[in-house]
């Protein structure tokens, strides 16, 4: 059995480029040059909360450094280092080996330095805190929104939530499509580069964890206005569009979390910018609504009756 040392040396010790200090000491150090600020952002994957005990390790090594990484990309900062506090109810050996492999593989992509954690013996809770960079002022927040912008979504909506209430059997998804949206709960990928690019081009943004309704209706909050969304608009993938219980493909579409994409809201004259990033990242951006004087969000049908759906996001003490 590895002691808790070891395994820190093994599995979460690497040189550091970037950081003045990493792993081994009481504090990293880190410096922030003139003229940028730091996005800092901590998120905390429990087991039985967020994940099944029997969860791959990679896959979970992958998931809580992308939650992380999906909230920098909604801030459009640029990521640059991760803490990790592990509590393991034993070292095992072949699970922290494959969980290190999940969370660098996902690091090395995008430049992330570990620089320090905490491991300890306790129920399986992985609690990630990661820090990224930007230019000082262009973060985009989410008290931006103007009555008159438009609200726009990345990617497709529903997709992890579907292969939430497949494997909850809610649902009967055909096996290829049931693998497809696994993808999408179990290895979502931040818009990292998206979030960059919208810099100086999003009013306000926010990253789909709760569900788009309930995302979108933060921004509303923070911004204070409201908006009305086009159902029919919103981006659906072909997997969720077979999907033949209507309700639950409702629900998800627009009320369905953990899909990670960015919902932004931008002024109409940036319409051409938004396309030519679009292209650019190979990424659909839809415009699904637009924000206005009201309050709160109001989903529309093609006839413009209200659409129902249950679901205001996912609320850990409701
Ligand atoms: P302290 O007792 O000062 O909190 P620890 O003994 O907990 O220090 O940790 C020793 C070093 O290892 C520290 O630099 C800490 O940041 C790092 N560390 C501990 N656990 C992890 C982990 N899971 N991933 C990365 N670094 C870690
Ligand atoms: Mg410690």
């Known amino acids: 059995m590895l002691t808790e040392f070891e395994l820190i ?30 996005a800092v952002t901590t998120d905390m994957l429990v087991c039985g909360v967020h994940f099944f005990a029997d969860a791959r390790p990679e896959w979970l090594g992958h998931k809580a450094l992308a939650v ?21 109810p034993a070292a095992d050996e072949a699970w922290v080996a494959a969980f290190a492999s999940g969370f660098f593989s996902l690091a090395d992509r995008y430049g992330v330095e570990l620089i320090g954690g905490d491991t300890t013996r306790g129920p399986l809770n992985i ?9 000082a002022g262009s973060a985009l927040r989410r008290d931006g929104a103007k009555a008159g912008d438009e609200v726009w979504v990345s990617g497709t909506t529903g997709d992890a939530a579907l292969a939430l209430a497949g494997l909850r059997h809610e649902v009967a998804l055909a096996a290829d499509d049931a693998i497809k949206l696994g993808e999408r709960l179990h290895r979502p990928m931040p818009r990292v580069e998206l979030g960059i690019a919208l810099r100086g081009v999003a009013s306000s943004a926010i990253d789909v964890s709760d569900g788009l309704a309930a995302d979108l209706g933060h ?10 969304v086009d159902f029919a608009s919103l981006p659906r993938s072909a997997e969720l569009q077979r999907c033949t219980d209507h309700a639950v493909a409702t629900r998800c579409a627009i009320a369905g979390g953990d899909d ?8 109409p004259e940036k319409r051409g910018s938004i396309a030519a990033i679009s292209a650019d990242l190979r990424l659909p951006l839809t415009m699904i609504g637009r924000i206005d004087t009201g309050q709160g969000l ?21």
């Open 9 to 38: 040396r093994r599995f979460f010790t690497r040189d550091t480029r970037r950081a003045v200090l990493g792993v081994g000491d009481d504090c990293a150090l880190l410096a922030v040059p003139p003229g940028r600020e730091l």
């Open 68 to 88: 992380n990484l999906s909230d920098l990309a909604a801030m459009g900062a640029e990521p640059r280092w991760a803490l990790l506090a592990l509590a393991l």
């Open 127 to 135: 609690c990630i805190t990661a820090g990224g960079e930007l230019p």
């Open 219 to 228: 921004v509303l909050l923070r911004s204070g206005c409201g908006a009305s």
């Open 260 to 267: 990670y994409e960015l919902c932004f809201t931008a002024a």
């Open 298 to 318: 109001r989903v529309r049908d093609e006839a413009g009756r209200a659409v129902a759906f249950d679901g205001g996001g996912y609320e850990h003490f409701r």
